[in-house]
């Protein structure tokens, strides 16, 4: 009797400490809401010891590796991929945290760095790389695998190397005037200073990884049993079932014309935890798209790809144009603040203070400090990566060197306007494939005036528009580090290093999960293939862009054309709408607007398995957040980020038993 007692007792003071410990986590979240995101937070102790560690560079690594593969196998059925920025800092602070007391937020924000820049660069995989393979422009993965290396190595470097010196304008000097919060890296800094500072801290980042475990081993094993179960633990054939049935005539006929159509329940945790991470109306807008689609016409893929591109690219054109105002402020900011340090060393040279005593004795003179990363750091490295990108775009890609050079300006010009896009309030996603298009275009009218051939256009198309989309992706989540490292106030310098080491890994694990999946499911590279595991939505719309922008005459059905036309002018006057209404003051509205951009993506996608359980996904979060929005807001990020890994991985070990004739 006594021991039950006791039992009891110790089980309520631990249920006790546990609400503490929530609520005292909860309250260090909710501080984030007063804190001036511009300022560096002034309750993280200053940076000392060694904090670019083993330990922190093997799991940061690692950490990376596995969003890499996610991100493939994500990006090539859904057309998107996520950052590793908040999952790498939670997973190493879980990791690292109990097996030494010195570990802090400094080493926490580098091993963060680690798994964010080790997990980039996997956005060029899903869509313009396998483009080329779709129209013949390479020969396949496995003999190109050296010339994906070094294309991959050469713009995540320049896409590195060409922000570095833009740091401290992005960061310091006009985010304030531009507004350039960088709400995913706000967010990263203001996770690891919670779990370092809270009274909480560490048992709510236990608990956080503990569910980020159980929901990654869960989805990785549902999507490995699925191989052999699939009609059981995968894809239910719900309409199927119901023709079956023969409930009436009517039914049975909407039935037979549901499965056609693609209408099957997909068991896939990925897309239900990307449920859980975008927005309602964005879930609401994917399918919202994909049943438009489907009842319009039985072949998205065809028919339907291209109003799908003609919508995305309108809402691409449009949003840069709405947003030419601050971009225009963002080019003049540029001219001023950057350009006149990089062409005259102002920024570089010493200043000097003179304080005089009342004695009247001089104290000596004391130089201001040196810039936190110094030319030297990366010019040499960035006009290097230079010389070698137009060499490789010469020799490997056929690409003449004025236009290799073109690429490589338009490279770093998209890079900046996406970083803006991504660090300015109320803009959701990074427009990285909206940006390439941006420079397919441009690229394509280049090589139409130049009279190059077909086949040279489109490969010269594709491959510029491929480094803007590496050097771009790179470079904006690269800058997204930067701002968490100037939160926490983690030097620049050591953040650099982590992310040289970072890009060298991707460089080479990108290329490499490529070649396990287009070697596992070669429906992936080839055009000839009715059915894939993987839709491929942006591999379809780049190839789409690439060919009209360098075929004289496309074969585009007419009645495809006008429909296009209007969907383009009606994504076009939904987006000019949203602006004038926030200009008004609506902003309310941003959590019902539909995302136009979503909605033509859908477009491109054969079936309507991926938009379905997105939006199984986002209910499932909406219901949630309504019964404990804490609780949701604690977990539901470590959740969905298991779910997602672990269908990767999942994926990824499937692509393994295919190769070896086990699936």
Request: with cysteine; net charge neutral; glycine share 6%.
């Amino acid at each position: 009797m006594s021991h039950q007692r006791d039992r009891t007792s110790t089980d309520s003071e631990t249920t006790r400490v546990e609400a503490l410990a929530d609520e005292q986590a909860a309250e260090a979240l909710d501080s984030s809401a007063s804190v001036d995101p511009f300022l560096p937070f002034d309750d993280i102790e200053s940076c000392t010891g060694q904090i670019v560690t083993l330990r922190a560079t093997v799991v940061g690594i690692l950490c990376g590796i596995l969003v890499n593969a996610s991100n493939i196998y994500i990006g090539l059925r859904a057309g998107w991929t996520t950052s590793a920025n908040v999952l790498g800092a939670i997973v190493s602070f879980a990791v690292l945290k109990r097996s030494s007391s010195s570990f802090g937020p400094h080493e926490n924000n580098i091993a963060q760095t680690m798994a964010t820049a080790s997990g980039g660069m996997s956005n060029v995989f899903i869509s313009g790389i396998p483009a080329l393979y779709q129209l013949g422009l390479l020969t396949t993965p496995a003999k190109d695998f050296v010339r994906l290396v070094v294309l991959t190595t050469i713009g995540g470097y320049f896409g590195l190397l060409s922000i570095v010196p833009l740091r401290t304008f992005f960061i310091q000097k006009a985010s304030k005037d531009l507004n350039l919060i960088f709400p995913s890296s706000f967010a990263t800094a203001t996770t690891i200073r919670s779990m370092h500072s809270a009274a909480g801290g560490e048992k709510l980042a236990r608990d956080k990884m503990k569910w980020t475990v159980v929901a990654f081993v869960a989805a990785m094993a549902l999507r490995v049993a699925s191989i052999f179960l699939p009609n059981v633990l995968w894809s239910w054939h719900v309409f199927s079932w119901i023709a079956r049935a023969r409930i009436s005539t009517a039914i049975t006929k909407f039935a037979v014309a549901a499965e056609s159509w693609g209408w099957v329940l997909e068991w896939s945790p990925a897309m239900i935890g990307s449920g859980f991470l975008v927005d309602f109306s964005v879930a609401c807008s994917f399918f919202a798209g994909a049943v438009f689609s489907c009842s319009e016409h039985p072949s998205p893929r065809y028919w339907l790809l291209w109003p799908g591109v003609a919508c995305t690219l309108a809402v691409a054109f449009l949003e840069l144009l709405c947003q030419s105002s601050r971009i225009w402020q963002f080019i003049s900011s540029t001219m001023k603040g950057v350009l006149q340090p990089l062409l005259y060393g102002v920024s570089d040279r010493p200043v000097r203070y003179t304080e005089i005593n009342q004695d009247g004795d001089d104290i000596p003179e004391k130089p201001a400090p040196k810039p936190e990363i110094e030319r030297w750091m990366w010019l040499p490295g960035l006009l290097v990566v230079i010389l070698v990108a137009v060499m490789v775009m010469h020799f490997q890609f056929s690409m003449p060197v004025l236009e290799a050079a073109v690429a490589l300006v338009l490279s770093l010009c998209m890079s900046m306007i996406a970083i803006q896009a991504t660090g300015a309030t109320g803009l959701d996603t990074t427009p990285i494939n909206a940006i390439s298009k941006v420079s397919q275009i441009a690229l394509g009218s280049i090589t139409r005036a130049s009279g190059a051939s077909v086949e040279a256009a489109q490969r010269l198309n594709l491959v510029g528009a491929s480094i803007t989309n590496i050097a771009a992706c790179q470079g904006c989540d690269l800058m997204g580090d930067f701002r968490v490292g100037f939160l926490l106030g983690t030097p620049a310098h050591l953040q650099y290093a982590a992310q040289l080491i970072g890009t060298l890994v991707a460089s080479l694990v990108a290329p490499a999960i490529f070649l396990l999946f287009a070697t596992a499911y070669p429906c992936i590279i080839s055009d000839e293939a009715r059915t894939c595991d993987f839709p491929a939505p942006t591999v379809a719309a780049w190839r789409a862009v690439a060919v009209v922008a360098s075929t004289p005459d496309p074969s585009i059905p007419r009645s495809s054309i006008y429909f296009s036309v209007l969907i383009a002018a009606f994504s076009g006057l939904m987006v000019i709408s949203k602006h004038i209404l926030y200009s008004l003051g609506y902003h309310r509205l941003k959590a019902y607007w539909p995302n136009m951009m979503i909605f033509g993506l859908a477009f491109t996608l054969p079936n309507a398995q991926t938009p379905t359980t997105m939006m199984i996904g986002a209910i499932i979060a909406a219901v949630w957040r309504s019964k404990s929005a804490r609780r949701f807001d604690i977990y539901a990020f470590g959740v969905a980020a298991g779910l997602v890994a672990g269908e990767g991985i999942g994926g990824t070990i499937n692509c393994a038993l295919s190769i070896f004739g086990f699936a």
